[in-house]
């Protein structure tokens, strides 16, 4: 089956629990819990790889633990990550063999991973994302919707 990878904006909204959690559960605003419910539908050997464009990680796998921190992405932080050449490689190395990459999360953190793979260049899978200026409630049916042709 062909790999696909799901690239998420963090969120706002997290977990306070002390310590370190996967970014997965860190994470709490409306797109992290679609994503949740939709997983639990989903075979394991279905679901997508998951990524984080996290405001004060860079990109980094839904797996990694992370402590909780207060960092909110901006136009200047997203321009800093997208131009970072490690940032970029971790991209790249999460984005390896992906048939399909679909990018998820608001304006900001969506330009950021564009232009990250933009740079990075060498991604073969086709990239989806929500149109442009889309509320929230229509990118939490969106995402739902990708990972809906994952079901078994």
């Given at each position: 089956m062909p790999a696909r990878?799901?690239?998420?904006?963090?969120?706002?909204?997290?977990?306070?629990d002390p310590g370190a959690?996967?970014?997965?559960e860190r994470y709490d605003g409306p797109m992290w819990r679609t994503l949740r419910a939709?997983?639990?539908?989903?075979?394991?050997?279905?679901?997508?790889?998951?990524?984080?464009?996290s405001a004060e990680h860079g990109f980094i796998p839904a797996l990694k633990p992370i402590a909780d921190y207060d960092r909110?992405?901006?136009?200047?932080?997203?321009?800093?990550?997208?131009?970072d050449p490690l940032q970029?490689?971790?991209l790249g190395v999460l984005a390896f063999d992906a048939?399909?990459?679909?990018?998820?999360?608001?304006?900001?953190?969506?330009?950021?991973?564009?232009?990250?793979l933009g740079v990075l260049?060498?991604?073969?899978?086709?990239v989806t994302h929500p149109a442009?200026?889309?509320?929230i409630g229509r990118q939490r049916q969106a995402l739902r919707a990708w990972l809906a042709q994952m079901e078994a």
């Open positions: 990878l799901l690239v998420l904006g963090c969120s706002a909204t997290k977990r306070r959690l996967p970014a997965i939709a997983l639990s539908e989903i075979r394991p050997a279905e679901r997508p790889r998951v990524a984080v464009l909110r992405m901006d136009r200047a932080r997203a321009a800093e990550l997208a131009a970029v490689d971790r048939s399909e990459i679909h990018v998820a999360g608001g304006a900001v953190y969506r330009s950021c991973v564009l232009q990250a260049g060498r991604v073969s899978g086709e442009p200026g889309l509320g």
